[in-house]
């Protein structure tokens, strides 16, 4: 049987799925180790080795694993830290300060003091050389050969070790930086180099300027953090396949890793997506929204049919203009601190107490309230059984954090303060939904919603109630989503071409030229990877606006209309989308279309591991009862002694009624007075609200495998 392995490093600990086919996902976790993240992996490696039965060495054991996927936030945090390379940029003569000046637009518009954001390439170090390309990509000025030298010369004697190459208008024509990079490549064999045209051969030049420079500032270190991984499992005989997560939700090579580092900056959340999707389709659904509530930070997003994608965002005020999921973020976890405004209002966030103190009833010495020590004194959490009871928690430091900073200062007892912060961090996470659904266009009452993270399932009720989303697939392994996502991520390269034309009178010859050339691009990198081409497929988008509009609508095109030369069925969709994004289009004015990128995006299906699914076990679920215990209930503001449940006894077709408890050693759902919860086939915890049993009844046993009701409050 196929033994994967996926592994998610996160601040505090690194989460590994273990899966076999056939056999239920195993949950490992290991204390992360920051100043060399691989050593955690290879603890955690130890640990998994331990657990086998029989017991095995790490040195037995490594050579059995078929596969290793791997999400790191390496190059997330150089980014957020400030530690990546020092960089020089090499860059068309008077345009060197577009990485400082940027787009000119204050991202606080109204607040004079806001100060940019500081470069990642100083003034000094950013050489322009005289050479020019027009927009077509004529030469309009030769490339000054002796002035990369120069430049090079400079940052030879200030010891960079990386180096950006972007010129202007070289999406169109690449010769400028290639023969720059090849002098870099010939004086600097040493430093990490970052082509644009390699990287982003697209139009907009300071957010080209912006992904080279990233991927420059980060490619050293992820370079290093390979190294170390690489060599560490090579050592304990690791001989299998290892791949690594990227920002697009796919999965890559560790050495196209290397080479296009900045494909990692967002790659941590990035399993999570195609996990929720996985999950509720299990009740017949094929879109969801998707939530990961961890210590410091809530993260929100969409699927619908695949995990929704967005061409550009930001790391760190930093412009990526690179595809990556849509995934939304906002500071609220179980970390997150209460505390009161200018004005005496309850706020939560987005200051976080981490892990270190962390919260109150950690007795680490954090005196400051945050959603966790709420979580205690409302009862959703056990104090005995956190973490499946290898870690006790302070319950009347919990109580004394709150009396002090919030309780008493509102005139309030501590359960009421408490009852607060858990609604406040609620709605801010009920925002945070909001942003990735109604403003993409989107009805949060027509998705199921899977809430992953640790506390998680905690909240998810209140949520729902606030959005008015009748339906959430709990996963069994919510706590470790992400790294059971990357189990199922496909292999994903993407390109893109930047190509100007008015859809009305498209040069199709030329178009499909440009689609055909980026196809055999990525064909290439999936024969490097040996994926066959029957698992080979490819999908085409264009990044289309109506005449005089600034920003582009990015859509998929069936491959069937590019061929058939079908213009005005490329604009339906293109109008369709554009409606759903902002409620209007402008097909009855016969508004003309523009193209400005085309896009492919190679995929390599890979063997997905086989999941057990469970015999029906009836609805009975008083085996699993653990006892009773007294919890806050938001639909009555009041506390009331509610059922608790094992969630590991809990099997196929076990039901229970709300307001319950639901505890596992790795997270707690909390089943409020307006929902029940019945669990699936997979072992997920179906809360549906009451009275819509039909949401899941592929979970009520053989007799009723039918397909689910549409999702509406």
């Given amino acids: 049987m196929a033994l994967e392995i996926g592994i998610d490093v996160g601040g505090t600990f690194t989460d ?15 204390l992360s180790t920051p100043a060399d993240p691989s050593i955690a992996v290879v603890n955690g490696l130890a640990d998994i080795a331990a657990s086998m039965n029989p017991p095995m060495t790490l040195e037995a054991f490594a050579p059995t694993i078929d596969s290793i996927v791997h999400g790191t936030t390496v190059t997330t945090n150089a980014t957020l830290t400030h530690t990546g390379a020092k960089c020089g940029l090499l860059t068309t003569q008077g345009v060197r300060d577009a990485l400082e000046m940027r787009r000119g637009i204050r991202e606080e518009q ?15 170090l950013r050489a322009g050389v005289q050479g020019r390309l027009d927009r077509v990509g004529a030469e309009s000025a030769p490339l000054d050969v002796d002035g990369v030298r120069e430049a090079i010369e400079l940052f030879r004697q200030e010891n960079v070790q990386a180096v950006a190459i972007c010129f202007m208008n070289s999406f169109a024509n690449p010769v400028h930086e290639r023969a720059a990079a090849e002098i870099v490549r010939r004086e600097l064999p040493d430093a990490y180099l970052s082509v644009s045209t390699d990287l982003l051969p697209s139009i907009r030049f300071y957010e080209r300027v912006s992904t080279t420079v990233l991927n420059a500032y980060v490619g050293p270190k992820l370079n290093h953090y390979l190294d170390q991984l690489v060599g560490r499992l090579k050592g304990i005989g690791f001989g299998g396949l290892l791949l690594i997560m990227q920002s697009n939700g796919g999965v890559i090579s560790p050495q196209l890793a290397r080479e296009k580092a900045a494909l990692t900056l967002l790659s941590g959340p990035a399993g999570g997506p195609g996990a929720g999707l996985f999950y509720a389709r299990a009740h017949g659904f094929d879109k969801c929204i998707t ?20 061409n ?4 760190a005020r930093h412009k990526l203009a ?13 970390g997150s601190i209460g505390w009161l405004d200018e ?34 004194v409302l009862g959703y959490l056990d104090p005995a059984f956190f973490a499946g009871g290898r870690m006790k928690l302070d319950a009347a430091a919990a109580r004394a954090a709150i009396d002090e900073h919030i309780a008493r200062p509102m005139g309030l007892t501590v359960e009421e303060a408490a009852a607060g912060m858990y609604r406040v961090a609620c709605n801010n996470m009920a925002q945070g939904v909001r942003e990735v659904t109604i403003k993409r266009g989107f009805d949060p009452r027509e998705f199921p919603i899977v809430p992953a993270g640790g506390a998680g399932p905690i909240h998810s009720c209140l949520i729902c109630h606030e959005l008015e989303i009748p339906l959430q697939v709990v996963p069994r392994e919510s706590s470790v989503l992400c790294a059971f996502g990357m189990l199922m991520s496909e292999l994903k390269h993407d390109f893109v071409r930047t190509f100007v034309a008015r859809l009305e009178s498209l040069d199709w010859t030329k178009l499909v030229g440009i689609v055909d050339a980026m196809a055999r691009d990525g064909a290439a990198q999936l024969v490097e990877e040996r994926i066959p081409e029957a698992r080979r497929r490819y999908e085409v988008k264009f990044d289309c606006r109506y005449i005089r509009q600034y920003h582009e609508v990015s859509f998929l095109v069936p491959r069937a209309l590019i061929d058939a030369r079908d213009a005005s069925g490329i604009a339906r969709a293109f109008h369709a989308e554009h409606n759903r994004l902002y409620g209007y289009s402008l097909e009855q004015e016969n508004t003309p279309i523009e193209i400005i990128n085309v896009r492919v995006q190679a995929i390599g299906a890979v063997d997905m591991p086989a999941y057990r699914k469970d015999e029906w076990s009836g609805d009975d679920a008083s085996h699993a009862l653990k006892g009773r215990r007294s919890v806050y209930l938001p639909e009555t503001r009041a506390f009331a002694e509610v059922p608790i449940y094992d969630g590991h006894r809990m099997r196929f077709g076990n039901r229970i009624d709300g307001p319950a408890m639901i505890e596992q050693a790795t997270t707690a759902i909390f089943v409020s007075a307006s929902y029940d919860c019945v669990v699936d086939a997979l072992g997920s915890f179906a809360v549906y609200r009451k009275g819509r049993e039909d949401l899941c009844r592929a979970a009520f046993g053989p007799s009723t495998q039918a397909e689910p009701a549409t999702v509406a409050a």
Avoid: W
Avoid at 16 to 30: N, Q
Avoid at 312 to 315: A, L, R, S, V, Y
């Fill in 16 to 30: 590994f799925v273990v899966t076999r086919d056939g056999a239920e996902p195993a949950i490992f976790k290991s």
């Fill in 110 to 124: 109204y607040n004079n003091r806001y100060a940019n954001v500081k470069p990642l390439v100083p003034r000094y």
């Fill in 312 to 315: 550009d965002g930001e790391i």
């Fill in 291 to 310: 939530t990961d509530m961890g210590g410091t930070s809530f993260e929100a997003s969409v699927s619908v049919g695949a995990p929704m994608i967005k």
């Fill in 343 to 376: 004005g005496g209002l309850l706020r939560m966030g987005p200051q976080s107490a981490g892990a270190d103190p962390g919260p109150a009833c950690y007795g680490k010495g954090g005196t400051l309230p945050t959603t966790t020590d709420a979580n205690v």
């Fill in 322 to 334: 690179l595809p990556m999921l849509d995934i939304h973020t906002i500071g609220a976890g179980g």
